[in-house]
């Protein structure tokens, strides 16, 4: 390995994202808006439509953690199955990865997602002062921060790249731990080696703050090479950079061939490493729709009402001013009301039209966000939000394959530890305390297939898990239960959950036993009670809602305001 070449290239890539960073950096003051200290934008933002979006992106793509299914090619694995399946969910659950996927994706809508996958120096008291939810000799799983991110610019496409790595702070003495010595400490430095600011320099006036934090820290790099299969860690340079660094060891990959950083981008251009986020795509109409706003509010301002009266009739106007609503005076000379300035009507119809193609490049944003009604019936609000589902699929399913890779890799890193790992089994109703021993881990990590439940990061109120068990329960668990010898329907237990769901406790004090007379009664009732026939009738009713949907009123809205021409009154 040529070390001085491997270092310019990576110096090389880094100028080449400069323009990106810089780019996001922009994007991300966009979304902060004016209130946000120092590093927000500069400008009023009254109408923050940027953060409303990636809101609800964010809320669509990664609102819960995901849930892992390991499911055996040969059904004679199927317990280790379940024992695997409940270590690795353990594991996901205990380094909390929900944090590093929701940074990922909120990454990912402004530049690129970066998941970094591996595990913690082992050995007791070793820490790498990462990040606390690091336990030393366990699996890990951490978002990258664009700014600290190093790809092969060079590169026509991910698996083509010649390197691949990120900017992290360690402790000094979990380098000396792990044999690595003489490094030295580094300042926080709130700027890139090529002079443009981070995002982190946001949370100060002006980013060009350099300070030394509570315990001395060393920078360095982590670079994955493929074709080597083998990690470098570099020291960074004096600016932060990695071109003016050195490398402190090398070390053999034994992780998946991609290495261990696993990416999310929602569009990337063709020949591109660097994709095309929906925050870039919707800035322009954002930042359009405040300056309209902006221009508009200093109308509103600038609106007044003034008197006026004829030079010489002072009395005239002097009753006038002191005159109550309503009542009768004498004037010898015409008196007028004037008003000036005011609200431009074409310029706010201009600004419903913007507010309006917002939503509709962003996807029917005000369906994906429950922001209003779209529609004049029940049935065309559903059919629009499917519609508008189906618009954001696309990146619901990269999310997902996104996530599905970062837990398949911890997968391999559950199995492979050596460590028993506690777990919980069920059996009979009671819960047990149980371990997910290297020697009880029959076949190999290949026998197993780990995916993500369908939907498992998507976010679902108590309603609709109510609404999802009510549906279950009247199509077919109840149906059905005369075909389930052994088994009943829990009405009681059913009650609970319903209870719970809907915040209303009282609801599980409804159902009571039934005194023995009342079991007599019942029991005659249903011996005597004609079976029902098997032919039903169905009857189809179409709710309609009154009014007019946000489109409809936008257009009535531009009809009157288009009356008023140019006039400002």
């Known amino acids: 390995m040529d070390e001085s070449r491997l270092l310019l290239a990576l110096g090389n890539s880094r100028r080449m994202m400069q323009p990106f960073r810089v780019q996001r950096q922009g994007l991300v003051k966009q979304y902060l808006g004016g209130r946000h200290g120092d590093g927000g934008s500069r400008r009023q933002t009254p109408l923050n439509l940027m953060r409303m979006a990636m809101t609800i992106y964010r809320r669509q793509l990664a609102a819960r953690a995901p849930l892992a299914i390991v499911t055996p090619y040969d059904p004679v694995l199927a317990p280790v199955g379940d024992d695997f399946e409940r270590a690795l969910n353990l594991a996901t659950k205990e380094m909390r990865i929900e944090i590093a996927i929701e940074a990922a994706v909120t990454e990912a809508l402004f530049m690129v997602g970066i998941v970094k996958v591996g ?8 820490a790498d002062s990462t990040g606390v939810l690091h336990d030393p000799g366990l699996a890990f799983a951490d978002s990258v921060d664009f700014d600290d991110l190093v790809m092969d610019m060079e590169a026509s496409r991910e698996d083509r790249q010649q390197f691949m790595g990120d900017r992290y702070e360690i402790t000094l003495d979990a380098l000396k731990k792990m044999g690595i010595k003489g490094v030295k400490a580094h300042r926080v430095r709130r700027m890139n080696e090529g002079g443009d600011e981070k995002v982190l320099g946001n949370q100060t006036s002006g980013g060009m703050h350099d300070e030394r934090g509570y315990i001395d820290m060393a920078q360095v790099w982590d670079v994955f090479l493929p074709l080597e299969q083998k990690i470098v860690m570099v020291e960074s340079g004096e600016d932060g950079g990695i071109e003016t660094g ?42 359009m729709t405040n300056a309209v706003m902006r221009k508009l509010l200093r109308q509103a301002e600038r609106q007044k009402t003034v008197g006026t009266f004829v030079g010489g009739s002072e009395g005239d106007g002097g009753r ?40 509709y490049m962003g996807g029917n944003l005000d369906s994906l966000g429950g922001l209003g009604r779209q529609a004049n019936t029940v049935g065309q609000e559903t059919l629009i939000a499917r519609a508008s589902n189906m618009m954001v699929a696309d990146m619901q399913d990269r999310a997902t394959n996104f996530a599905q890779g970062i837990v ?37 990590i290949d026998d197993f297939e ?30 059905m239960s005369s075909q389930m010898p052994g088994k009943k329907v829990d009405m009681e237990r059913f009650a609970g959950i319903a209870a719970r769901y809907a915040n209303t406790p009282e609801l599980s004090q409804v159902i009571v036993d039934l005194t023995d007379e009342e079991k007599k009664a019942q029991q005659s009732q249903s011996s005597d009670r004609p079976l029902q026939s098997p032919v039903t009738t169905r009857t189809n009713i179409r709710e309609s809602i009154s009014g007019t949907g946000p489109g409809g009123q936008a257009d009535a809205m531009r009809d009157i305001l288009a009356t008023a021409g140019g006039s400002n009154a």
């Open 119 to 126: 595990l913690s120096p082992g050995g007791k008291g070793v």
């Open 408 to 444: 398949r890799h911890i997968g391999t890193l559950v199995w492979d530890n050596p460590v028993p790992i506690r777990i919980t089994k069920e059996s009979g109703g009671i819960r047990i305390p149980w371990e997910f021993k290297p020697e009880g881990r029959e076949g190999t």
């Open 320 to 359: 006038v001013i002191n005159a109550n609503d309503g009542e009768m005076i004498q004037v010898d000379s015409k008196v007028d009301e004037v008003s000036f300035g005011g609200v431009h009507g074409p310029s706010l119809a201009f600004l419903m039209q913007l507010k309006e193609m917002f939503s």
């Open 246 to 287: 050195r490398i402190l060891r090398t070390v053999d990959w034994t992780g998946p061939e991609l290495g261990p950083y696993h990416k999310l981008a929602f569009e990337t251009p063709p020949g591109s490493m660097i994709p095309s986020a929906p925050a870039a795509n919707l800035a322009d109409l954002d930042a």
């Open 450 to 479: 780990i995916t993500i439940g369908p939907n498992s990061m998507q976010s679902r109120t108590p309603q609709e898990r109510l609404a999802t068990m009510s549906d279950m329960m009247t199509r077919f668990f109840i149906p």
